[in-house]
């Protein structure tokens, strides 16, 4: 069974502007979640969608959002970027959510 | 305080040895515990989860949980070279958001 794959792998953009970044999850996964990793920060939640609606929603600012289509892929953007944006930000798909979730190799996202 | 506390290492041991990772919690609402193996440039790899106390092995690979003292174990044994990573402690309540430690840096040396 193929894993969860996120494209692109890596991104550069520049203050102000905005990314989309996409995941699509393992075949019968239906909850999708994006995490934000950085080395101050470690991971951190950002948000889950499951069947198409947001479930749970981490502590950032709304520049952050995320859609999940019919098919469960999900997308996430974010607007007016910041320099501190820069991270790896990782999908996760499991069945139902909660414990059993399997990542992506993740988006590496760099902010000039 | 963070809810989820880990010592980042990095930890170095010999090849063969056995190594022990530790995570404390604060927040008694959590049920579930997981362990996250991470290579560097890589997403987090789920090794193994436990569902409230007590002790779950898998291979070379045992977790323990003691809910009463909020602490939470993996135990590696005859580790080897492969096992050089770092490895994310996860934890979860009754809402499907994990919550990780910061990760503790593994090195085994031959």
């Known amino acids: 069974k193929a894993g969860v794959t996120q494209t692109p792998r890596y991104l550069i953009k520049t203050r102000g502007q905005q990314v989309t970044l996409s995941c699509s999850p393992i075949s019968g996964h239906r909850s999708v979640s994006w995490y934000q990793q950085t080395p101050g920060q470690g991971l951190q939640f950002l948000f889950e969608?499951?069947?198409?609606?947001?479930?749970n929603k981490g502590n950032f600012p709304g520049r952050f959002s995320g859609r999940q289509f019919s098919n469960s892929r999900s997308e996430m953007n974010v607007s007016t970027l910041e320099l501190g944006d820069s991270a790896l930000y990782l999908c996760?798909?499991?069945?139902?959510?909660?414990?059993?979730?399997?990542f992506g190799p993740g988006t590496r996202l760099t902010v000039t | 305080q963070k809810e989820v506390e880990q010592d980042p290492g990095p930890l170095s041991v010999p090849e063969g040895a056995i190594v022990s990772l530790n995570c404390t919690y604060s927040?008694?609402?959590?049920?579930?515990f997981m362990w996250y193996r991470q290579y560097s440039r890589k997403g987090p790899e789920l090794l193994m989860y436990t569902y409230s106390s007590g002790n779950k092995e898998d291979g070379r690979f045992t977790a323990q949980v003691d809910k009463s003292s909020k602490y939470i174990s993996l135990f590696i044994r005859d580790s080897q070279p492969s096992d050089s990573a770092t490895y994310l402690c996860?934890?979860?309540?009754?809402?499907?958001?994990?919550?990780f430690g910061t990760g503790t840096r593994l090195q085994v040396t031959l």
């Open positions: 996860a934890m979860a309540g009754t809402a499907s958001k994990l919550t």
């Open positions: 927040n008694s609402a959590f049920q579930y």
């Open positions: 996760a798909s499991s069945v139902q959510g909660y414990y059993e979730q399997y």
């Open positions: 969608y499951f069947s198409e609606t947001q479930r």
